[in-house]
């Protein structure tokens, strides 16, 4: 059963010893989802330093098999993807945008409707 956001984990400072309350846990060499949200700190970091260390980890968990994030095979951005609705692009996936935008384009030019992401 899925659970949200809870107290899993209980954290505490390396130095100090001091318990941290407010903190989120990502484990990228079992969650691609973390390693997106790790890829996006990279970017975002205004620490050179820390960010390149992040990248090289990435880098090192794709190379050990690391499962990577989702990908849309149309637009390559990284999110959340569900199968193509065309059978000639079969094995492909597609994120809920370019699903939307191809629902419409469809629905003008065959006049049928692929249904909701
Ligand atoms: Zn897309």
Redesign the pocket.
Known sequence: MEQGLYGKYRVLKSDTGEEINSFFVLKPDTDPVAIAALQRYAELTPNDQLSEELNCWLETLEMMGAQMPPK?D??E?I?KVRTTPFLADSGAV??E??WNHTRREYKDSHGEDIGKF
């Open positions: 849309c149309y637009c951005d999110a597609m994120c945008y370019c």
